[in-house]
């Protein structure tokens, strides 16, 4: 039973437009969520997290959106540039950030020139 | 030589050899782990070692035995492992095993025929 889901395995987006990057969780004592991102042959790389306390965390051009009530949360990268061409990964862990994280799926994100 | 380090970057076995795969972190962490990422699944964690002690076992099957000399180095020695196997195995570190930012390496390719 997968815990977190990124329904979209794949998203292409124009160059300078938004990209939104999906991800629902099930388990309610999640409370600090995180993403990563892999670009082909490296590992994972931290990009940006947020806890239940917030409903909103900005770094930069990407933006994590967290709706508790709906169990989603979002990932905005505006404007998209050909270097967020990558996976990502969406992931969540409980006692903020205490307990040990549970990946989803990954969404593979093409920005088109 | 920064970040984390892992060895080989691919690798071929077969059903009845035994290898090892090897990690080294240069970030002065005190945790490290073992994840597996097979196709169109999540990061699955395998083991976690907090201060070289083995704090988590994630049902791992015994053919995968992991080794952690001090808090630098950590080792997956594979032992009789099945084709079913084959993924990314990827090596992590953080500064405590409270692990909000997980440091990861480049993984090693494994295909087992």
């Known amino acids: 039973d997968q815990q977190v889901k990124q329904n979209s395995p794949s998203l292409s987006v124009q160059e300078g437009r938004i990209s939104i990057l999906n991800c629902d969780y099930t388990n309610s004592m999640f409370d600090y969520f995180l993403w990563y991102k892999k670009y082909p042959a490296e590992g994972p790389t931290f990009l940006i997290s947020?806890?239940?306390?917030?409903d909103k965390n900005e770094d930069g051009r990407f933006t994590v959106f967290l709706n508790k009530s709906a169990k989603h949360l979002s990932l905005h990268i505006v404007p998209s540039q050909p270097g967020d061409s990558a996976v990502y990964f969406c992931a969540a862990s409980g006692l903020f950030g205490n307990e040990k994280l549970t990946f989803g799926t990954g969404t593979r994100l093409t920005i088109i020139p | 030589e920064t970040g984390v380090t892992q060895t080989p970057r691919h690798l071929v076995m077969g059903m009845t050899n035994k290898k090892s795969l090897k990690c080294e972190q240069h970030l002065g962490h005190n945790a490290m782990y073992w994840y597996k990422q097979s196709a169109k699944k999540p990061l699955e964690l395998m083991f976690v070692?907090?201060?070289?002690?083995?704090?988590e076992n994630n049902s791992v099957p015994s053919r995968f035995s992991p080794e952690c000399p001090n808090s630098s180095h950590l080792f997956l020695h594979l032992h009789t492992l099945q084709p079913e196997d084959s993924a990314l195995y990827l090596c992590?570190?953080?500064?405590?095993?409270?692990?909000?930012?997980?440091?990861f390496g480049s993984g090693t390719q494994l295909s087992v025929l």
């Open positions: 992590a570190s953080s500064q405590t095993e409270s692990n909000e930012k997980l440091f």
């Open positions: 070692y907090n201060f070289k002690e083995q704090t």
């Open positions: 947020i806890s239940s306390i917030k």
